[in-house]
């Protein structure tokens, strides 16, 4: 399948370490943060996301911390295993009018465990 | 229930030519956004559309136009292809709620086009 992971920093943890992968935004109105993963030949998958009323929430495995006061995002990912090799992508979503936002991506970043 | 579905897979062009993507919503969704994917890069809006209307637009030019059918299904046309249109062409879907509230886009696989 074709690699989106070309000429992205990269992440390589211990399977059954624990991951943290960081991204930084630039717009202060942003509303939403999203985190997504994209496997080779697949489009992003929907992880977890937060609204900047808040600075921590967690899920099955994950969580992802905001911090609004230096613009920071991270993705927290427990007990990683080789199931989540992918890139991972952090994206903003503004405040608009319309319910279905448009999203602004990250760079990414591509993480490799190993076994 | 199908998830989001593109077609072509893959698609060949030289310079100029034009080219059309089909994207097809998850069921229920009437919503659909398209977002431009180079090589090492992250998703980068084109268009969003809504009851057939463009809703909102990225920094793209004219070249790129897009269509929503009364089934919610939609296409991606651009015209006067350029070296640079080489990408991956993801479509997302999402179901319209209340305004103010984030609706998770579902992405499909992504159209794969190269230009020569």
């Known amino acids: 399948g074709e690699s989106v992971g070309l000429h992205l920093p990269t992440l390589s943890v211990q399977e059954g370490d624990n991951s943290i992968i960081n991204c930084a935004y630039s717009?202060?109105?942003?509303?939403?943060f999203i985190w997504y993963k994209q496997e080779s030949g697949k489009g992003p998958q929907f992880i977890i996301d937060i609204r900047s009323n808040m600075d921590k929430r967690q899920g099955q495995r994950v969580t992802v911390l905001l911090n609004k006061t230096v613009k920071h995002l991270s993705l927290q990912i427990a007990a990683t295993q080789p199931g989540d090799s992918a890139v991972y992508f952090c994206a903003e979503s503004p405040r608009t009018g319309a319910g279905s936002y448009q999203l602004t991506f990250g760079k990414g970043t591509k993480l490799s465990v190993i076994p | 229930d199908a998830g989001v579905t593109q077609s072509p897979t893959h698609l060949i062009k030289t310079r100029g030519q034009q080219v059309t993507l089909r994207c097809s919503p998850k069921s229920g969704h009437d919503t659909v956004s398209w977002y431009q994917q180079a090589l090492g890069q992250g998703p980068q809006f084109i268009f969003q559309?809504?009851?057939?209307?463009?809703?909102q637009r990225g920094n793209f030019p004219d070249r790129f136009s897009g269509h929503q059918f009364p089934n919610y299904s939609s296409e991606l046309n651009v015209n006067a292809l350029l070296l640079g249109d080489s990408a991956l062409y993801l479509c997302a879907s999402s179901e319209e709620k209340l305004a103010g509230i984030y609706n998770e886009q579902f992405f499909g696989p992504g159209t794969r086009l190269t230009v020569l």
């Open positions: 717009n202060s109105a942003s509303d939403y």
């Open positions: 559309y809504y009851e057939e209307e463009e809703r």
